[in-house]
Every structure is written in structure tokens, then in C-alpha cells.
């Protein structure tokens, strides 16, 4: 990845997808550890129905843990954690483990 620092807003309004390239979200706001000064989660909105039925319904964003992206350009991609979270057939805690 490009190491030159840039503005944490950039990064809002981006669309975010999975190495898979399934539409997530779009990043509506950054979560921040201040003293640690590093980016620790972004905010989604306009969520894929599919993967957030209940939150897109309802208009609820969810966060998804900085650590779970693995690079930012145009877009930005996160691991497929993100669409394993709501399969069915897998279980919760050991996606999120």
C-alpha cells in the first residue's frame, strides 16, 4: 500500500466491497482510537440488503473493524469475513473469533 499519509475524510463516501467483490456499504464516518491515533473501525451506510437485511431495513449502519480492510484505493476492500458473518450455515462466533 501507498504509505503517504492522506486525510482521514477521504476515506468517507467511499464504497466498500470484499475480496470477493461483493458490495458492502459505503463508509458514512470513521471510528477513531485518539490516543492511540489510529483508525479502529469504519461506520457503513447504504448497506447490501442481502448481507444486512435487518440493519439496511431498518436504516442502521453497522461498523466494520478497520483490521478486517486490506486496501484502500477508489474503493476499498475488506476480507470476506464480512459476508461470512450473515451465511447461515456458518457460525457467528467462530467468524468472529
Known sequence: MDDTP?????LVGR???????VFVG?????????NGEAVTGLALGNLNAELFAE???T??????PYRWVRAVGDVILVND???RVR???EEQDEVLA
Do not use: C, F, K, W
Open 59 to 64: 436504516e442502521q449502519g453497522i461498523i466494520v
Open 26 to 34: 459505503e463508509v458514512e464516518d470513521i471510528q477513531l482510537h485518539l
Open 87 to 89: 451465511d447461515p450455515d
Open 15 to 21: 464504497e466498500i466491497y470484499s475480496n470477493n467483490g
Open 55 to 57: 440493519e439496511a431495513r
Open 6 to 10: 492522506q486525510e482521514i475524510t477521504s
Open 81 to 83: 469475513v464480512v459476508e
